[in-house]
Nanobody, 125 residues
């Protein structure tokens, strides 16, 4: 069982930046694919970004390419999401996710069996 705890959310003005962090409890952290999803009020959860076990490859949703960066530190059991040039439409609860295998696709909710409790990101216009 992997426990994931997000931090770093908050209120920011449009154009600003936030860095989300996710701490994982699992000692074999480096064996898990990690990612971020988000959910805005009244909308379904959507993929944000994912990173491979070694961190050498990342996957990003089209809407945030060039603005968001996912990274991980396997020595610290941490994954990060640096978000720049934030827009009001980025307002959502952001979830850290983990899986030991990808079968349907990097952006598919069912592939990720471990989810954090979420952290709220609010971008004001």
């Amino acid at each position: 069982q992997v426990k994931l705890v997000e931090s770093g959310g908050g209120l920011v003005q449009a154009g600003g930046s936030l860095r989300l962090s996710c701490a994982a409890s699992e000692r074999s952290f480096s064996t898990y694919v990690m990612g971020w999803f988000r959910q805005a009020p009244g909308k379904e959860r959507e993929f944000v970004a994912a990173i491979t076990r070694s961190g050498d490859t990342t996957y990003h949703a089209e809407y945030e390419k060039g603005r968001f960066t996912i990274s991980r530190d396997n020595a610290k059991n941490m994954v990060y999401l640096q978000m720049n040039t934030l827009k009001p439409e980025d307002t959502a609860v952001y979830y850290c996710v983990a899986t030991d295998r990808i079968t349907m696709g990097w952006d598919k909710v069912p592939d990720y069996e471990y989810w954090g409790q979420g952290t709220q990101v609010t971008v004001s216009s």
